[in-house]
């Protein structure tokens, strides 16, 4: 089992670690805070992949992401999918009622 103990998930540099979340929780995404999506990142690393997808942000670090997989599949986790078009129809009207 995968166990990331105060260990930057993305560049294995130890140190002060925040959750970041794999799967993003946001304006674009809609995923869960649960175990599984929450990994340790440093401070700079949560700095620069910011509003990224994990993939994108270590596109160059392809044994990395198979780690966080792994991880992923290990605690259970499996991110959310599907087509969350109608959600976000719903924020847009909650946003234009709110405006009003």
Known sequence: MIIYDKICANYGKPG????????????????????????????????????????????????TIDRIEKYRREMGYEPLSGDFSQIQEIIELAKRYLAI
């Open 16 to 63: 002060d670690m925040l959750m970041e979340q794999v799967f993003p929780i946001n304006k674009a995404d809609l995923d869960e805070q649960k175990s599984g999506n929450l990994v340790p990142s440093c401070q700079a690393c949560n700095d620069s992949k910011h509003y990224k997808k994990y993939r994108d942000f270590l596109a160059d670090r392809p044994e």
